[in-house]
């Protein structure tokens, strides 16, 4: 390969590098009374996401996957859980109804994008998850 090529997929590939994705969720911890209803938020700098998926994870354990919504949904209910999806602001929300001492964890929100100068490969971002903590 000469050398003008070289430096040429070089320099693609740091600005792949730096054109990371960001995900930034609010707030950063949150504890609510056993029976109120709460949105965690997740906004994310890309414009051009394939999905965003909320995650759960116990202490000592794994992360479960929650609700996953693909870019062309606005949200997914499951049970009394609604994830919602706003690309035009680039917003996420997860929203929980009558919260119950069992739903204390982590959350997480996870955006599946692809780079665009490689579309081929497919990435996710994951942002360190929100403490909730329901009091009963």
Same mark, same amino acid.
Request: glycine share 4%.
């Given at each position: *390969?000469?050398?003008?090529?070289?430096?040429?997929?070089?320099?693609?590939?740091? @600005?792949?590098?730096?054109?990371?994705?960001?995900?930034? $969720?609010?707030?950063?911890?949150?504890?609510?009374?056993? !029976? @109120?209803? /709460?949105? /965690?938020?997740?906004? &994310?700098? @890309?414009?051009?996401? &394939?999905?965003? $998926?909320?995650?759960?994870?116990?202490?000592?354990? !794994?992360?479960?996957?929650?609700?996953?919504?693909?870019?062309?949904?606005?949200?997914?209910?499951? !049970?009394? *859980?609604?994830?919602?999806?706003?690309?035009?602001?680039?917003?996420?929300?997860? &929203?929980?109804?009558?919260?119950?001492?069992? @739903?204390?964890?982590? &959350?997480?929100?996870?955006?599946?994008?692809?780079?665009?100068?490689?579309?081929?490969?497919?990435?996710?971002?994951?942002?360190?998850?929100?403490?909730?903590?329901?009091?009963?």
């Amino acid at each position: *390969m000469d050398k003008p090529l070289s430096l040429l997929i070089l320099w693609l590939q740091l @600005d792949w590098v730096s054109s990371k994705q960001q995900v930034e $969720q609010s707030p950063e911890a949150l504890s609510v009374r056993e !029976g @109120d209803s /709460l949105a /965690l938020n997740c906004s &994310y700098t @890309d414009s051009a996401i &394939y999905s965003l $998926q909320w995650f759960r994870q116990d202490p000592g354990k !794994g992360l479960a996957s929650l609700l996953l919504i693909q870019s062309n949904e606005r949200e997914q209910i499951s !049970g009394r *859980m609604k994830a919602s999806l706003d690309e035009s602001s680039r917003h996420s929300a997860l &929203y929980i109804a009558a919260s119950q001492p069992g @739903d204390s964890a982590t &959350y997480l929100c996870a955006v599946r994008h692809s780079a665009q100068r490689a579309p081929v490969t497919n990435t996710q971002t994951l942002r360190l998850g929100l403490q909730l903590r329901v009091l009963s």
